[in-house]
């Protein structure tokens, strides 16, 4: 017997292309799949951004909302300390002290409505 000479095996035309395609389309789908996610990282990351931006005004907006407030309940008492020094009137002791030993006795005393 003689040694029989090895035949290379090619793969049917068909089945090459069948392989190549598959292969193709799954390059194609992973390629796909990495854009979306690049493209929803991309508008994650613009959400975050714009969520930090509206924070920080949000917190703005809150703080100069309640300075205002306190400027409007402070304006008051600031327009009769003003009235009170422009009278000249000189307060007595015991209306301001009242015995209490600390400002808060005068400086209701100039808030009040009395002083003008």
Not at 43 to 68: G, I, M, P, Y
Not at 74 to 102: F, K, M, Q, Y
Request: glycine fraction near 2%; aromatic fraction near 4%.
């Amino acid at each position: 017997m003689r040694p029989q000479p090895k035949i290379p095996v090619v793969a049917a035309p068909e089945v090459t292309a069948i392989a190549v395609e598959t292969t193709v389309t799954e390059s194609d789908l992973l390629r796909k799949e990495l854009t979306e996610q690049k493209d929803l990282n991309l508008r994650l990351a613009a959400d975050f951004e714009n969520f930090k931006r509206r924070s920080r005004q949000e917190v703005e907006t809150r703080a100069a909302a309640q300075k205002e407030s306190f400027i409007h309940e402070l304006l008051p008492s600031l327009d009769n300390l003003e009235r009170a020094l422009a009278s000249g009137a000189t307060p007595r002791i015991s209306e301001v002290s009242s015995g209490c030993g600390d400002d808060s006795a005068a400086i209701a005393l100039v808030a009040s409505p009395a002083w003008h």
